[in-house]
């Protein structure tokens, strides 16, 4: 190879702190994440100060933030070769938020279909934190010049705002901010919910066996599993109107490798019984290794201080730059 490698993309996630993530959450995203920062410029951080547009007890948020920094590492993700990091510790992002808001419209933030939906959700406490959230999401994206960000359906709104605001910014004054692009990844399973698998696997669901937490037991896992919903004609294959069983194939491929035709080759006149029990050892062998390295530094809470305040210290370096940049440009009296 010559010694002028290709620049790599910069690519950027984020996840809040809210919850411990679900086997849904796994195989859809954080899995991805640990595959693509090999070959990407990678940043990954805890979104928490997106998780105060929710009111959040003091105690549990400190300690939910520093669990969700221990997963980060868990999944496979090193922060010698990519920048992990806690959005709080950069105050960059604040103060970029801040500057964003001043560059988006009140009708187009008024748009977002998540401000809708939530504000309807958390009736009483409708904080103008929650409407400017797609301003702090866009200061997120900017101050790292993102090429990439892999988002979800529930995001993609938040990201078309963020390139809108960038365009604007950049029109306005002169080419600041690199146009962030959504991050079109090899495509994980969606994960469906174990008791009702028309609707996504979620952890806010009120029923315990509908969800797998990345961080569930092995004897939970296959509980849950024993106990998903399935249908009644007792044949392990892909088809139209076997959700139940459509779904166990998608989590059982994603975590063997093999295809829908070897599943069902494989399940050829077995029953739901041993195609359940299999899905679960697959899913217990595919969450061993996270758990493992969890657990391993989870009591370790020097190592995630520093490994937090190192990846604090080079996410700064980068954001200041972009931050400094643009206040310049604005006008601000810089001393
Ligand atoms: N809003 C995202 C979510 O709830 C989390 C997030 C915050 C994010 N800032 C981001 C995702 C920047 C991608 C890029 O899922």
Known sequence: MENTPEKKSRVLSMIQPTSVPTL?????????????????DCLFAVADLHAITVRQEPAKLRRQSLEMYALLLAIGLDPEESVIFVQSHVPAHSQM????????QFGEAARMTQFKEKSLKHADNVNVGLFSYPTLMAAD???YQTDFVPVGADQKQHLEIARDIAERFNGAYSPTFTVPEPYIGKTGARVMSLQDPTKKMSKSDPNPKASVSVLDTPDEIMKKFKSAVTDSEAVVRYADGKDGINNLMGIYSCCTGLDFDAIEKEF??????DFKKAVAESVIAELKPVQDRYNEI????????????EGAQKASYLAGKTLNKAMKKIGFWQI
């Open 24 to 40: 849904g959450n796994y195989l859809g995203a954080l899995k991805n994440w640990a595959a693509m920062s090999s070959d990407n």
């Open 141 to 143: 994206i900017l101050l």
């Open 298 to 309: 989870i009591g370790d809470k020097k190592f995630l201080e520093k490994c937090a305040a």
């Open 268 to 273: 050829d006149g077995k029953g739901y019984g």
């Open 97 to 104: 938020a801040w500057l964003l808001n001043c560059y988006t």
